[in-house]
């Protein structure tokens, strides 16, 4: 039987084959998706993020084992479906309208995707609109927003003021961030997070929809 602490392991060094291999034994040992979701692949990045915080890993090995996950996933992915387990939940990620910069947000979206949410990334440069037109169509309960130019981050407070004019506030949460962000600009946005880099941004999220 296919021991799925092997795969976690596996993940966290970013040896993407193995990841693969061991995903595809543990289908093949009738081993239930779910369970390899959350106690190999999910807990794998979850250690990820516990070492990037820490600074014990730095962008590049967060990225390698993203990859490693990603290869698990591909593997996993079909069985999931036919098992109908559902993501944790669904985030609708981007960069303000006006700002270009979409590192730190794509790197937020490994980290969330790496923790068993869907990412819906609408890119850089995305309007208040198309925030919330999105999180209406996909039935998605956080926002993360991030800005790198100071210019526009007022992006951010017309997101939130067009989700209350659309009376859908109370079922979206909103978190912010980027290098001019700050925890104060957020509560002066009335944003319901501000997290000031990607490991935090994922324990954020799965507070605000109470999955700690």
């Known amino acids: ?67 490693a996950m990603k290869a698990g996933m591909a593997v996993l992915e079909p069985v999931l479906a036919k098992t109908g387990v559902e993501p944790r939940g669904r985030v609708v990620l981007g960069t303000a309208n006006g700002d270009l910069h979409d590192i730190g947000k794509n790197l937020v979206g490994v980290m969330l995707k790496g923790a068993g949410f869907e990412i819906i990334d609408l890119g850089a440069d995305v309007p208040a609109e198309k925030f919330v037109e999105t999180a209406r169509e996909k039935g998605a309960g956080v926002i993360g927003i991030s800005a790198l130019l100071t210019t526009t981050m007022i992006g951010m407070k017309q997101t939130i003021e067009m989700l209350q004019r659309d009376g859908m506030r109370d079922g979206v949460r909103v978190i912010v961030g980027g290098a001019p962000v700050t925890q104060q600009y957020a509560d002066e946005i009335g944003a319901d997070g501000y997290a000031p880099d990607s490991a935090s941004a994922v324990d954020l999220v799965k507070k605000l929809l109470s999955l700690n």
């Open 1 to 67: 039987m296919t021991d799925l602490r092997a795969i976690s392991e596996h993940l966290i060094n970013g040896q993407m084959e193995e990841v693969a291999r061991l995903t595809k034994e543990a289908v093949d040992d009738g081993i239930d998706a779910g369970d390899i979701l959350n106690k190999a692949l999910i807990s794998g990045m979850d250690e990820v993020g516990r070492r990037f915080k820490n600074n014990e890993f730095y962008v590049p090995e967060v990225l390698i084992a993203a990859r």
